[in-house]
């Protein structure tokens, strides 16, 4: 549209703007618009602070169980073992010192044997404390007056011993006696090697004998 020669340039331009304001005005957008909803721009997520010096932390893996070695096939595991407790200390035996004898006197013991029907009893007690020996006999059925008893050693069973004791007199039909023991005599009648002779009348080299043994 070419302006009217009678109006100016100027004058052109603001009955243009008028129109095109008067018209916007009246424009009618219609039911179906819908403008989009407007996003409010969200700040962006902060990178985790680096650790100092360049480590960065981890999860800490549960402790697993070390291995123990296995023994060998065959072979048991050793078992400790127990502690060991203080020894309980022995009874004491007040009568460790005390030693028992016993001897039964026949003829047939005697060396030759004399062939009597008489029998004699002996028993005794000997103390390693003090050396002494002490002594009770009995006999019966002898064939004559006891002339003499003496203990003999060391011998044994069968064999024949100078006398190392004589008993002093009388003589009736129980007799009991003590003596003191040399160190070795102790040890001779210890172990075994001790007998007793009884003498008689009829019979000077010996009626009755017995070799003392220690009672178990």
């Not at 400790?80 to 026949?106: E, I, M």
């Not at 390693?128 to 011998?155: C, D, E, M």
């Amino acid at each position: 549209m070419r302006p009217h020669p009678l109006v100016s340039r100027p004058t052109a331009a603001a009955l243009a703007a008028a129109l095109l304001v008067s018209a916007c005005a009246t424009v009618d957008l219609g039911p179906r618009y819908d403008p989009p909803p407007i996003r409010v721009p969200q700040a962006l997520p902060s990178a985790p602070a680096p650790v100092p010096g360049g480590v960065q932390p981890q999860a800490i893996p549960p402790s697993l169980p070390v291995p123990q070695p296995l023994p060998p096939v065959g072979q048991s595991v050793p078992v400790p073992p127990p502690p060991v407790s203080a020894p309980v200390p022995a009874a004491v035996d007040s009568k460790a010192h005390l030693v028992t004898f016993t001897t039964r006197l026949d003829g047939g013991s005697v060396v030759p044997p004399s062939r009597s029907g008489g029998t004699a009893q002996l028993d005794a007690l000997y103390d390693s404390n003090t050396y002494t020996l002490r002594w009770k006999t009995s006999w019966s059925g002898l064939s004559s007056a006891i002339t003499g008893v003496q203990f003999h050693g060391p011998a044994e069973y069968g064999q024949n011993a100078p006398a190392v004791m004589v008993w002093p007199g009388p003589f009736g039909p129980t007799y009991e006696g003590r003596a003191t023991l040399t160190a070795n005599q102790a040890v001779d009648l210890i172990d075994g090697r001790w007998y007793v002779t009884v003498y008689t009348t009829l019979h000077p080299a010996g009626e009755l004998r017995g070799q003392l043994r220690v009672v178990r």
